[in-house]
């Protein structure tokens, strides 16, 4: 029997990280030592006290169109702590695109109406437009964070932010697949997302992230 390979489509299955290890993943950490370890099939990440740690880890590949997802337990964090949970895609500072979570300072948290069990999330744009769009987000919960990647008519990016499948955002960005993205986990303490250095260690678990081509 004759097989035709022209009724045969392509299919690129998805790339699954599910953090039993680090295989595909390298050291990113700005500053201080790298405060993460494999937890039962989990990336435990986090950051000291009294610190301006930045502890992140990056894919060795990239990537361009498609979705990626991050599954991340958010737990409660020190109140008014500057330290950021990120998922996020980096070319360089002016080619990127964030999710953010903290506590939030007092005025964002006030402009949200914050909820004692509500954190403050960030999607952001960081140049090539600027944008960020912040929301809440509930502490002690696993959450699926999503930014999706797809071309509009002249091939530049459209970014789509969603959380746990609900859009929160939109921006068509200035450029293209010429920029491809490492996608990172991290734990960063941070002045914007807070009211003072934190006090107390912070961290995030990731359960896995996926990458499927659009």
């Excluded at 390979?5 to 390298?26: E, M």
């Excluded at 880890?57 to 949970?85: H, L, N, Q």
């Excluded at 509930?138 to 970014?159: F, G, P, V």
């Excluded at 960063?188 to 992230?209: M, Q, R, W």
């Amino acid at each position: 029997m004759r097989s035709s390979k022209a009724n045969v489509s392509k299919y690129t299955p998805p790339l699954f990280w599910d953090f039993n290890d680090l295989t595909g993943w390298v050291d990113a950490t700005q500053v201080g030592v790298p405060n993460y370890f494999i937890d039962n099939g989990y990336l435990n990440i986090s950051t000291n006290a009294n610190t301006w740690d930045r502890t992140k880890i990056k894919t060795v590949s990239t990537f361009t169109t498609g979705t990626y997802s991050w599954r991340v337990y958010v737990p409660a964090m020190g109140i008014g702590d500057m330290a950021s949970i990120g998922a996020f895609l980096y070319n360089d500072d002016t080619h990127e695109l964030d999710f953010e979570i903290g506590y939030g300072n007092q005025a964002s948290r006030q402009e949200l109406n914050a909820a004692s069990d509500d954190l403050v999330v960030y999607m952001t744009s960081q140049a090539n437009p600027f944008q960020s769009i912040k929301n809440k987000i509930k502490r002690e919960q696993w959450h699926t964070l999503s930014i999706i990647l797809t071309l509009d008519s002249k091939n530049k990016y459209i970014a789509t932010w969603k959380i746990d499948g609900a859009t929160q955002a939109t921006r068509s960005l200035t450029y293209g697949t010429k920029s491809k993205f490492n996608i990172f986990c991290s734990l960063e303490n941070l002045t914007f997302i807070g009211d003072h250095i934190p006090n107390s260690k912070n961290y995030a678990l990731f359960d896995f992230v996926e990458f499927s081509s659009n």
